[in-house]
């Protein structure tokens, strides 16, 4: 009896140490996102990047025993910065897409968000080639609406019109430059619709359901070759949705529906 406890003790003093260890293995983990999306990532009047990934990855540094430094980066450059080791992890709305999966890996998943047209409230259009034959839809560089919109819709006759931010979308959107912008539907809610010059706009058509790209989750991105920081921020996601922390976050962000928290991780 007194070996066993005496063997319980000491593995419980190896496990409390390696923990330990490995907290201290991140001290600080460096963070790039576009500082331009609400509700994920935005500037507060303070000049401060905050949002629901802002959230999200101070609880998973909290978490590693690790300061979280943020950098505010065009969403395009994300992925060249993480392999250029300019920062650490990719934290920015990003779809953990094949194609990027073969540059760099992802965390596990943690949400799925839909993806709505807005258009002026006298339109009627669904995100199909057929019903935007003809009109000009603008989406953000580098992201899987632009892949989306690309591939399935500018081959119909769409005329697909990039932009390095959604900002810069409903600037165009508002003055009638384009028929339609595409993108997260919470992004359209805070970054445009709650907006003077959103008023006359909606969200418009179905959710694209049938775009395997569009459906995936959004990861954090991990430059590879990191698995040890991987790991350590994989666990704190697993973690983070056992004990609620994941829910309760997303639930101060978004409406039920809006944000789909997966059932179970890998």
Not at 176 to 181: E, L, P, Y
Request: aromatic fraction near 8%; include cysteine; glycine fraction near 6%.
């Amino acid at each position: 009896m007194k070996k066993n406890l005496l063997r319980f003790l000491a593995l419980a003093i190896f496990s409390t140490a390696t923990a330990t260890a490995a907290a201290q293995d991140f001290t600080e983990i460096r963070i790039a996102t576009e500082a331009g999306y609400p509700p994920f990532e935005y500037l507060n009047p303070s000049g401060e990047i905050v949002g629901y990934n802002i959230e999200i990855g101070n609880e998973i540094c909290k978490r590693l025993q690790a300061e979280c430094v943020w950098v505010d980066q065009s969403f395009d450059s994300l992925i060249p910065g993480l392999q250029a080791r300019k920062f650490d992890l990719a934290h920015s709305t990003m779809t953990a897409t094949d194609a990027r999966r073969k540059v760099i890996d992802f965390s596990a998943p943690l949400y799925v968000v839909a993806s709505r047209l807005v258009a002026n409230k006298d339109k009627t259009l669904e995100p199909t080639a057929d019903s935007l034959k003809g009109l000009r839809i603008g989406v953000q560089q580098g992201t899987t609406m632009e892949a989306h919109a690309r591939k399935e819709w500018a081959p119909n006759g769409v005329e697909v019109v990039a932009y390095p931010s959604y900002t810069n979308a409903y600037i165009d959107l508002a003055s009638g430059r384009i028929d339609a912008s595409f993108q997260e539907a919470p992004n359209a809610v805070q970054g445009f619709l709650t907006k003077p010059e959103g008023a006359n706009f909606t969200l418009m058509g179905d959710t694209v359901k049938d775009s395997a790209i569009l459906n995936e989750p959004i990861a954090i991105g991990v430059r590879k070759g990191n698995k040890k920081l991987k790991d350590a921020v994989d666990q704190a996601i697993l973690d983070m949705q056992a004990d609620g922390t994941l829910a309760a976050i997303t639930a101060k962000y978004f409406e039920p529906g809006n944000v789909e928290l997966p059932s179970t991780q890998p």
